[in-house]
């Protein structure tokens, strides 16, 4: 079949909107009628070349739709379910998932990074040329090919969009809090970023009903969704950030800081507002190949705990229906993150919104 989407050819340009060749499903994959995708800044790592990725490609990995049509041996999702997608598949079978670890699941890691299903081919092409799959997902078209396994169904109550936020800045944020740092009731926490997984963060903390909710961002306009988030305080980042995050925790520094951006230096910083024997976590996906230096000497003398988190320490088959059950319930108003939506066509606007800092999360809907 015929369908619209984004192209990206290489780094630096803008993406480009074609129509490509999408081949039907092969043994264990899906088809999706794409109801929406979120406009994260993992996409813009390979914009940059800061994530090598074989191109041309399609990028989009936060996203929901409905499933159009199954291939052979699928038995995970039927057609007509509204699904999830999951941009860190988990097999079941490999020493991470037995040991409880789905999020660092092994088996699909080499396809998903050279850009294709798991037999090694792509589903798209253009003009008989292969195009790739960003994260076995390319979501930033009209219909996607996934894997079964990146395939969650949730409740179809929940829209589009909200299901899409829940395949990225939902899970990583609020598993942050929850499943990676366990974070307790009454705990001061301080999350620097304020976009969708920041926010997300803010929302998981407030969850677990830490008492001082603490979030910083670079733009001063995240100031009234970062509260209505749950924050109780707001900061607008400047070189007083650390003495400030400390003199509203009695000096010593929060319970629990967590980095949702991914910059070396903000993570460097972050340490230091950690109080003695508290936790940094750090949340924000730095560029391959980038390193952060954080001294032994105070992690070692002041008992501090640096945490990695990737995708909130996710088992995505149980998290995303009961994140989307909390949406439903009320618990978690998840439509706080949505600051504006797009059409395809519109995505490089879209991804100029989000480098000016103004949108909590900007998605395509379809
Ligand atoms: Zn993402
Ligand atoms: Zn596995």
């Known amino acids: 079949m015929n369908i619209k989407a984004a192209v ?17 499903p092969r043994v264990g994959e899906v088809l999706i009628k794409m109801g929406s995708v979120g406009v994260c800044h993992s996409d813009w790592h390979l914009m940059t070349g800061a994530t090598p990725h074989p191109t041309p490609c399609v990028a ?49 890691v ?8 798991m037999d090694g081919t792509t589903r798209l092409s253009m003009n008989d040329r292969p195009v790739f799959h960003f994260s076995s997902l390319a979501c930033f078209a009209e219909y996607a090919i996934a894997p079964q396994e990146c395939c969650v169904p949730i409740n179809k109550r929940v829209p589009f969009p909200i299901a899409a936020l829940i395949g990225c800045a939902v899970t990583t944020g ?23 997984v920041g926010l997300s963060i803010v929302l998981g903390a ?41 003199s509203l925790t009695e000096g010593r520094g929060a319970d629990y800081v967590f980095e949702a951006i991914g910059i070396p230096a903000v993570q460097e910083e972050c340490l230091h507002a950690v109080r ?5 976590v750090l949340a924000g996906i730095s560029p391959v190949g980038s390193s952060t230096n954080l001294p032994g000497a105070i992690v070692t003398r002041q008992e501090k705990t640096i945490m990695g988190s990737y995708y909130g320490t996710a088992n995505t088959a149980v ?48």
């Open 206 to 246: 407030r969850y677990a009903r830490a008492s001082r909710i603490i979030a910083v961002d670079r733009v001063a306009s995240k100031r009234d969704v970062a509260l209505r988030c749950g924050a109780t305080e707001f900061l607008v980042a400047d070189g007083s950030t650390v003495d400030r995050i400390r």
């Open 276 to 280: 003695p024997g508290g936790t940094l």
């Open 319 to 366: 998290d995303f229906p009961r994140y989307a059950d909390l949406y439903l319930d009320r618990t978690l108003p998840l439509d706080l993150l949505i600051s504006k939506t797009y059409a395809l066509d519109q995505i490089n606007e879209a991804y100029a919104d989000m480098l000016k800092g103004d949108v909590a999360r900007g998605v395509v809907v379809f």
């Open 60 to 108: 989009g990995h936060e996203g929901s739709g409905i499933v159009q049509e199954v291939g052979a041996g699928v038995d995970r999702v039927r057609v007509g379910d509204h699904v999830v997608l999951n941009w860190a598949p988990n097999c079941g079978n490999c020493y991470y998932c037995l040991h409880d670890r789905p999020s660092l699941c092994e088996t699909f």
């Open 110 to 117: 080499k396809p998903i990074w050279a850009g294709t299903m």
């Open 8 to 24: 990206f050819y290489k780094p630096n340009t803008p993406f480009q909107i074609e129509t490509l060749q999408l081949a039907d």
């Open 174 to 196: 609020i598993g942050a809090v929850l499943k990676t740092a366990h974070v307790e009731r009454d705990s001061s926490v301080a999350v620097y970023g304020s976009g969708g």
